[in-house]
């Protein structure tokens, strides 16, 4: 097996007429004899839905000259790009960051680990799943979000085997409302690297240094359990972004989200 071409529709989109394409190479063959293969493959699988889909959506990275060219000699354009970055944990300087907690704490906003929070509020799993739902609907995609039940949260949230409840900070109001979150993933079984997940703080808190302290809290988490680096991406026009790079993250290859319209 030296390729894998994947099709498929996000549950957590609503996009009922978008499917996405994905394709993974082994490094030691050419993506320009193995793209083509596999995306006539993907195009049988999608004719069989006779015109169902309006639209193909695939991400690549922007310095993949083969995937990038190919995308574009087959009728895909840019719609999105996500630069991503990295922070080396060991060089970060949180000293400098102290007055972040001591605004936080004239705010009157406090931050609970997943854990805490478990014990402190007994409707914890409606009131979290409520709170990313609030901060998800302001994350730029090419598709529109699906609000999810608790049930789904639950299952592509809190299931997956990557989470790290240590690591998944809330913040809350002085009236104990959710009103922020950021978190890491264990994606590295070594965890030397750590993946930065959803950061985020509802439109009523914003501008009081709410997402600084959150993102503080996840880089301390890291240093403390000898994480190498964190690793994330945002959307270029992104607030995140530029937190992100405040903090000390260095910028990297973006993510690119290709768009191909589909004949009706």
Known sequence: MVAVGTCYEAYW???????????????????????????????????????????????????????????????????????????????????????AYDRLAQERIRLVTLSQLRVEEPDWKRELCSLRWKIVQDVPSTEPFAKPTVAEFEEMVLGDPALVEEAFFIALGDDGALVGMSNLWRNDPEGRRLDAGLTGVIRSHRRRGIATALKLRTIEFAQVNGAETIETSNEEDSPMLALNFKLGFESNPAWVDFVRELQA
């Open 13 to 99: 989109q609503e996009s009922q007429f978008t499917a996405h394409v994905h394709f993974d190479t082994h490094p030691d063959h050419p993506q320009v004899r193995l793209l083509p293969v596999l995306f006539e493959g993907v195009q049988g699988v999608l004719a069989r839905y006779k015109g169902r889909f309006r639209r193909l959506v695939c991400r690549a990275k922007e310095d993949d000259r083969d995937r990038v060219g190919f995308l574009l000699r087959n009728g895909f354009r840019e719609a999105m790009r996500s630069p991503s970055s990295t922070l080396r944990v060991a060089a970060f300087e949180k000293s400098i960051w102290a007055e």
